[in-house]
C-alpha cells in the first residue's frame, strides 16, 4: 500500500493563501498523473488540479487564475499553491496519484477560509 503524506493545510482569512505539499512516504516508481481534489461536506470529491508526468497543468474552472500546481518529479512530490483564498475553498483537500492504473490518496488535509 502506497501511503501520501499531505501538509500545509489550516485556516486562512479570505484572500490569503496556503501551499499544499504531497508526497509517498516511501519509493515508487512509474507514478503518471498527480493531483488534488477536494471534498467540501454534503458534496462530491471534485478535481482541483492535476498534473501528469510531462509537466501539464489542468485546473477547475473554479481555481483558475488563483491555485497553481507544480510537481518535483525527483522528489516525487506534488503542490498545490492556492492564492486569493475564498470561503468557498473551505473542503477537505485530498492528495491523488496514478500508479499502473491505481489510484492511491492521501489522509485528507482541512483547508478553511474564514474571517
Known amino acids: 500500500q502506497v501511503q501520501l503524506v499531505e501538509s500545509g493545510g489550516g485556516l486562512v482569512q479570505p484572500g490569503g493563501s496556503l501551499r499544499l505539499s504531497c508526497a509517498p512516504s516511501?519509493?515508487?516508481?512509474?507514478?503518471?498523473?498527480m493531483g488534488w481534489y477536494r471534498q467540501a461536506p454534503g458534496k462530491r470529491r471534485e478535481a482541483v488540479a492535476t498534473?501528469?508526468?510531462?509537466?501539464?497543468?489542468n485546473y477547475a474552472d473554479s481555481v483558475k487564475g488563483r491555485f497553481a500546481i507544480s510537481r518535483d518529479n525527483a522528489k516525487n512530490t506534488v503542490y498545490l499553491q492556492m492564492n486569493s483564498l475564498k470561503p468557498e475553498d473551505t473542503a477537505v483537500y485530498y492528495c491523488?496519484?496514478?500508479?499502473?492504473?491505481?489510484?492511491?490518496w492521501g489522509q485528507g488535509t482541512q483547508v478553511t477560509v474564514s474571517s
Open positions: 491523488n496519484l496514478e500508479h499502473y492504473n491505481k489510484g492511491y
Open positions: 498534473i501528469p508526468s510531462d509537466g501539464s497543468t
Open positions: 516511501g519509493t515508487i516508481f512509474g507514478i503518471n498523473v
